[in-house]
């Protein structure tokens, strides 16, 4: 092989290295930086449901679709839950009129203790009512509570466990990059 095959062969081989290098650079930073808490969760498609809220309306949860949705698994007798709520209020109060959407699902309590609990934290947010626990069994979360972000396609993406200062501003900022990435 001649000096000028060796040299062109180099230099093919070093170009392929940097449009494959130029080429993950740029999906890296189209990528969102998940916060602290929060872990990918890519499970495939988000599992209906259908359940009364509070005030007796039926809920189906394949109305969310074409939003982000933070699926939030609670009970007014878990102490992190009852912590995090005020936060989950706050957060509800930052994305109105985005493309998000808030569905608490309470665990297995009856509709007076949900009631009581969130008129006593002054908490404006509407909850859905898993009386029987079957929509809990069928999402099983890990414990309370948990939460699932779901996106306009219906896929769960995310899951955080435990409670989190979700009014926070690295929380909030990953909620609107996700809505911001999702609706360019």
């Known amino acids: 092989m ?3 095959q060796s040299k062109l062969k180099l ?3 070093a170009l392929s290295f940097f449009f494959i290098e130029a080429a993950f650079a740029d999906n890296a ?3 969102v930086k998940v916060p602290f808490g929060i872990r990918n969760y890519d499970i495939g498609l988000a599992k209906n449901f259908t359940l009364n809220d509070i005030d007796g309306e039926k809920f189906e ?3 969310t679709k074409g ?3 933070f699926l939030h698994f609670w009970a007014s007798w878990c102490g992190p839950c009852r912590k995090e709520m005020p936060a989950v209020q706050k957060l509800a109060d930052a994305m109105k009129g ?3 959407q808030i569905v608490m699902i309470n665990t297995a309590e009856d509709e007076d203790t949900i ?3 969130l008129s006593a934290i002054n908490i404006e947010l509407n909850s859905l009512m898993d009386v029987d626990g079957l929509v809990t069994e069928v999402w ?3 414990g309370l509570p948990t939460t699932f972000l779901i996106n306009p396609k219906g896929e769960v993406k995310y899951q955080a466990i435990g409670g989190r200062d979700w009014e926070k501003p690295e929380y909030v900022d990953f909620i609107n990059k996700l809505i911001k990435t999702t609706y360019q």
Do not use: A, D, L
């Open 61 to 63: 949860f394949s109305s």
């Open 67 to 69: 939003h982000w949705v």
């Open 2 to 4: 001649s000096n000028t």
């Open 115 to 117: 009631f009581e609990f």
């Open 29 to 31: 930073s189209s990528e």
């Open 98 to 100: 985005k493309n998000f």
């Open 11 to 13: 230099f093919t081989i």
């Open 140 to 142: 099983k979360p890990r």
